[in-house]
């Protein structure tokens, strides 16, 4: 078989030299590489570390090897084009098709999905000049994911870090697992929060539940490949940043409330994996509570939580917004789950039954996705990013009867 023919555009940022490490991972997992750097990617790492590791010649110029037509053959024969580093430069030359070196020129001609990872300082990622550039090539169907928050060059720590490597090379193998295909979210804010509220009891000790967050996790990592700018509100799962994904932590339900609330104004899609508290202390110990002898403890008085997706659901942000819920039930799980799908008022509701190997903390998951228009999508036991994609299935397949 063929490898995958994948081209890693590099450009002018002090990221390249972690882009080595991307083009490894991809060659040593068989994928056929040719590098195309920009001129000002030569400043950082040199055209023979590229043609060493890639095993092709390296050229930044439309004006080598002319009579192969590189400016053209290189972007039509691509199975996958990764940008990583995208500088700001970049970005605006990509979004506005300019072509004055070999990989603009790629990037013009490439009809297979296109991964940009973009690195820079905070302040040109924050510029609306570069807010607008990667909206408008996400609105055209290419993946842009996030950048990570960091160490920047010097001193700065900032929102404009290259992500991992590594995590690079998943979003890659994801997008070209996905084959030929626009990416289906592109152009779609997508907000999913995932983990598990703590609830306050005075400074050591609180209130929680098992739930891991790994499938509100899978959900964020399948929809960057996807396509979709993801926010991605966690509770408490001491899990690494997905690449791609603007990471919002918090602790308790009131907070993850808030932040849901703040991110759901522009979001096409919400999905609720989180396992919310019901109930909070009524009253929180600013020091620690003691046990005094002799004495019985004093009970624990609770009150309610708001129910976060009932009222997302209620006042949706648009009339078009999707809003999907989790339930993990003990038993009568359909039954009980039909009733929660309606009480809740999402379109979507993905019912998992809590049991040895299934749902807290496992890599698997089998679900029932109930719809409210009276679907029911069986998905069998597996992986929970094969359930995150089938959960991704259905919001985009209402997408496209929206349109
Ligand atoms: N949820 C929420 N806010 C809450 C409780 C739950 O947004 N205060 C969301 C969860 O994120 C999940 C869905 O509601 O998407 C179902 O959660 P679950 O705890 O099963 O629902 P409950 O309303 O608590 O139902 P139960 O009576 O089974 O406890």
Not at 5 to 12: A, E, F, I, T
Not at 66 to 79: C, K, L, N, T, W
Not at 253 to 258: K, M, T
Request: with cysteine.
């Amino acid at each position: 078989m063929e490898k995958p023919k994948v081209v890693l555009g590099v450009s002018g940022g002090i990221a390249a030299y972690k882009a080595c490490e991307l083009l490894r991972r991809l060659t040593e997992s068989g994928h056929d590489v040719r590098v195309v750097p920009t001129g000002s990617a030569l400043q950082f790492v040199g055209a023979a570390t590229w043609s060493a590791l890639s095993g092709h010649p390296v050229s930044t110029e439309v004006w080598n090897d002319v009579h192969e037509v590189p400016h053209v053959r290189i972007g039509q024969g691509a199975d996958l084009v990764v940008v990583a580093p995208a500088t700001a430069d970049m970005l605006a030359k990509a979004a506005h098709g300019l072509a004055d070196d070999l990989l603009t020129n790629t990037l013009l001609t490439a009809r297979c999905p296109v991964v940009f990872a973009p690195a820079m300082h905070t302040e040109m990622w924050e510029h609306p000049a570069t807010q607008e550039n990667v909206a408008t090539l996400r609105r055209r169907g290419a993946v842009v994911i996030e950048p990570a928050v960091g160490r920047l060059t010097g001193v700065d720590t900032g929102k404009g870090r290259l992500p991992d490597p590594g995590e690079i090379f998943e979003v890659c193998r994801r997008v070209l697992a996905r084959g030929p295909v626009a990416p289906d979210l592109a152009g779609r804010h997508v907000v999913i929060s995932a983990g598990g509220t703590r609830e306050p009891l005075d400074p050591v000790r609180y209130l929680g539940n098992r739930s891991s967050g790994k499938q509100g996790y899978a959900l964020a990592r399948t929809a960057v490949a996807r396509g979709a700018r993801v926010t991605l509100i966690e509770a408490n799962t001491g899990l690494p940043d997905p690449s791609g994904a603007d990471v919002v932590r918090v602790v308790t339900a009131v907070q993850l409330r808030e932040a849901v609330l703040k991110a759901v104004s522009d979001a096409d899609v919400v999905v609720m994996a989180a396992a919310v508290a019901d109930f909070r202390p009524a009253e929180y110990a600013e020091g620690k509570i003691k046990k005094k002898d002799n004495q019985e403890p004093a009970p624990i008085v609770l009150v309610r939580n708001p129910d976060i997706l009932a009222e997302v659901s209620a006042e949706r942000a648009t009339p078009d917004q999707i809003v999907v819920g989790f339930a993990a039930e003990t038993d009568n799980v359909l039954a009980n789950g039909r009733e929660k799908l309606l009480r809740k008022g999402c379109d979507l509701l993905v019912v998992n039954e809590v049991g040895e190997r299934k749902t807290f903390g496992s890599e698997e998951n089998e679900a029932v996705v109930l719809a409210a228009d009276g679907g029911e999508i069986p998905v069998p036991y597996g992986p929970k990013e094969g359930l995150a994609d089938t959960v991704w299935d259905l919001v985009s397949a209402r997408f496209s009867s929206q349109a």
